[in-house]
């Protein structure tokens, strides 16, 4: 089964197949501490994107010789469900799946202070239930408010954004469609209290300049999907007060 | 010197607090002269450090902390004791028995089993062993009734209350006995289960709404209401 | 690479000392990469070869060549598949087993190098069209790690493809018929990988081992032949400033300049 690419992805006003603007974030919606069992938890939707982040420990690490004397082991696991993408996608990792798990871990790693909890192991599991583009970057948003919901301290919150070039122009938050079809995509994550970046990669063909100005969107795009997380964080202890107050 | 958030304000990890000679106090940290937020919580201030009483934390232990833990494991000469921490406690069998532990007469189970509740202090912790507990001192020892209600344990000063004012309000509105652990834990115990069920829904009441103001008062109002239905 | 050797503390802080004055432990400049050799044609039952040795680490990448099924948005391109293995043999780091995340890692940035400045003609590669392609296998082997895989990995890769040769033939009844003489795979652009590490906030290229137990992050940037940006990997625990990150993507312009000419001798 394939699908055909849509021939035009962006039309002559400069808006998206799905009416974004070029520089347009899509809707964003997050809740934190929705998992009961886990110690930390957060979910979100962003367009089309559905995923889930959970966080166990700090927690002795088994078997012994694996845990490091001096700081907390990061594990992380980014994982699809098969009925996440348009053709079912094997329950087994894939290559893929691996980098991401390997590349997300870096990118949360600088900001927890690992270094306060030696011998132990803080797991961190990223649930994609649907998928539509930018699902790495989505789940280190997640993964991040799972890891402040489990009251492991932190330096910062981190914050993932992508942006791109599609069709000769550059665009913020690319859909599936849109990093398949165009010529640069560009995820990055970013503490933004430290200006501090922990995740960037690239694929695609940029000029130096080209470069410079996609950096600064995702950036861009990173402090607007930061003053969300916060919200989501302080949501439900704002609604206790309020309803405190109102009686 | 400059504070961009108020007492009693909510931050989040990674929000700047303060510039200035102040001292990173709990839940933050200090980079330069800048002090930052690391957990969700309130801010605090007292004297010229800045604390952030987090609104959910995990148990850090520390020594003289009374802690309720659970027995996980029987070992050979110790107990292996589950304290709501990032790491197992221990509990040695020559704590327990004031002289050396003898494997041929001594059965630790029949002193301390899996899944028995105890009540204890710990003693000894640092970075390369997990705590050490002792049940020495009168109080602490098995726990044989009530229920443990669990609170993330930077709420405990708040069931406690100021000079314990909550802690004593409760225990007169109920007529329960209360002991607390450091570590999140409360043994409620009561003459009835209706008294013990009103603490309990007290203390998870504190929990919901320890950001708030006023909270004693609605508190004891609570219960009061309670017992009239 | 994520290391769990650790170097002693009092080498760590010469290393980093000796950075912060521009130094590094081996006498090298801050952007200056260790001596490169590369031999292509080494191993004659790949279609194609080559061996690079940077300073100690040595990785050998052989091509092979088969027929196969497009993918199916793609039906009239070949198919380019990289995997890399850190063989045990190459540091007492590597253990044996299926690759890991650092082996996986180190395959899929060669694989964008060559992929995203589209270095093959994959069109021209199409046999039968939405049938029958040709599929090319990269597959890098580490034989000693001694830091810089990525660069090592992705210069052979490189090599390797240039040396690459299909063999001639013809589409008869559906059915392919080998020719006598054979056809050097169509490669149209040369990108190459620079990798930097950071130690106390400076960058240094092509880190080695030591380097790289103790810097606390590292970046690669591919650049191909028009000194334009094909791929992008941050790796490592540590983070970069985005002063820090445009500095490196300007020295990686120049070294992918110096060490393409080394690769590419035509």
């Known amino acids: ?247 | 010197m400059p504070t961009y958030f108020e007492n009693k304000q909510l931050v989040v990890p990674g929000d700047l607090i303060a510039e200035g000679k102040y001292g990173a106090g709990d839940s933050t940290y200090k980079d330069d002269d800048k002090i930052y937020a690391a957990r969700v919580g309130l801010v605090t201030l007292e004297d010229q450090t800045i604390h952030v009483v987090a609104l959910k934390a995990f148990y850090v232990p520390s020594v003289g902390d009374t802690v309720i833990g659970k027995i996980v494991e029987v070992g050979i000469s110790a107990w292996m004791v589950d304290i709501n921490a990032p790491y197992v406690a221990v509990l040695r069998a020559s704590d327990v028995l004031d002289r050396p532990f003898n494997p041929r007469k001594d059965e630790l189970p029949a002193i301390f089993d899996v899944n028995d509740l105890l009540i204890a202090k710990i003693v000894a912790y640092d970075r390369t062993q997990d705590p050490l507990l002792s049940v020495r001192e009168p109080g602490l020892g098995k726990i044989s009734r009530g229920q443990i209600v669990e609170i993330t344990p930077t709420k405990i000063p708040r069931v406690i209350g100021r000079k314990g004012s909550m802690i004593s309000m409760i225990k007169k509105e109920t007529g329960c006995q209360i002991t607390i652990g450091q570590n999140g834990l409360i043994l409620i115990s009561g003459k009835t289960p209706e008294d013990e069920r009103l603490a309990v829904m007290a203390v998870h009441k504190i929990e919901q709404e320890s950001h708030t103001s006023g909270l004693t008062d609605r508190v004891s109002e609570m219960i009061r209401k309670e017992r009239e239905v | 690479m994520t290391s769990s050797m650790s170097v002693a503390k009092v080498k760590q802080k010469r290393i980093a000392e000796l950075i912060s004055h521009g130094k590094r432990l081996d006498e090298r400049g801050l952007n200056d990469y260790r001596e490169v050799q590369i031999e292509v044609g080494i191993i004659e039952r790949a279609e194609g070869s080559a061996r690079v040795r940077l300073g100690k680490t040595e990785v050998m990448v052989g091509t092979k060549i088969e027929v196969g099924e497009p993918f199916l948005d793609v039906p009239n391109e070949g198919v380019l598949t990289v995997s890399a293995e850190l063989v045990p043999l190459a540091s007492p780091k590597f253990e044996p087993g299926p690759p890991n995340e650092n082996a996986i890692e180190l395959a899929r940035v060669v694989d964008r190098g060559i992929r995203e400045s589209k270095a093959i003609s994959l069109e021209k590669l199409c046999v039968t069209p939405g049938k029958k392609v040709f599929v090319v296998f990269v597959d890098v082997y580490v034989l000693n790690d001694d830091g810089n895989l990525i660069d090592a990995s992705a210069m052979a890769a490189l090599a390797a493809l240039l040396n690459t040769k299909i063999f001639n033939y013809e589409v008869k009844n559906g059915e392919i018929e080998i020719k006598p003489g054979y056809t050097q795979l169509p490669i149209v652009d040369y990108p190459i990988a620079v990798t930097f590490a950071k130690i106390n906030d400076k960058l240094v290229a092509d880190p080695w081992l030591v380097e790289e137990q103790v810097m606390d992050a590292r970046l690669t940037i591919t650049i191909d032949k028009d000194g334009k940006i094909c791929a992008i990997q941050k790796g490592g625990y540590g983070y970069f400033s985005m002063e820090k990150i445009l500095e490196a993507t300007k020295i990686a312009q120049q070294k992918a300049e110096e060490l393409r000419k080394i690769v590419v001798k035509d």
Do not use: W
């Open chain 1, 1 to 247: 089964m394939s699908r055909k690419t849509p021939k035009k992805l962006i039309n002559e006003n400069g808006t998206r197949l799905d009416g974004r603007e070029l520089n347009q974030l899509r809707p964003l919606k997050i809740e934190v501490g929705i998992l009961a069992n886990a110690d930390g938890s957060a979910y979100i939707e962003q367009g089309k994107n559905k995923i889930l982040a959970a966080v166990y420990g700090p927690k002795e690490l088994h078997p012994k010789h694996l845990a490091l004397p001096d700081r907390a082991l990061l594990l992380c696991r980014y994982h699809m469900a098969p009925f996440s993408v348009q053709e079912r996608k094997s329950p087994a990792p894939s290559r893929r799946e691996i980098e991401l798990s390997k590349v997300i871990r870096e990118a949360l790693e600088p900001s927890v202070f690992l270094e306060h909890y030696p011998r132990t192991s803080i797991d961190i599991f990223i649930e994609v239930l649907q998928a539509d583009g930018g699902t790495r970057c989505a789940g280190i948003n997640v993964a991040s408010l799972a890891l402040a919901d489990a009251g492991i301290p932190m330096r910062d919150l981190v914050v993932a954004c992508a942006a791109g070039k599609v069709e000769g122009r550059l665009v913020l938050d690319l859909t599936d469609v849109e990093d398949k079809a165009g010529t640069a995509d560009l995820p990055l994550a970013f503490m933004p209290n430290l200006n501090a970046i922990t995740l960037l990669q690239m694929d695609g063909d940029l000029t130096t300049d080209e470069f410079e100005q996609v950096l600064n969107l995702a950036i861009d795009g990173c402090k607007q999907t930061h003053a969300l997380q916060k919200e989501a964080l302080k949501a439900k202890y704002v609604a206790v007060k309020e309803a405190v107050e109102e009686e």
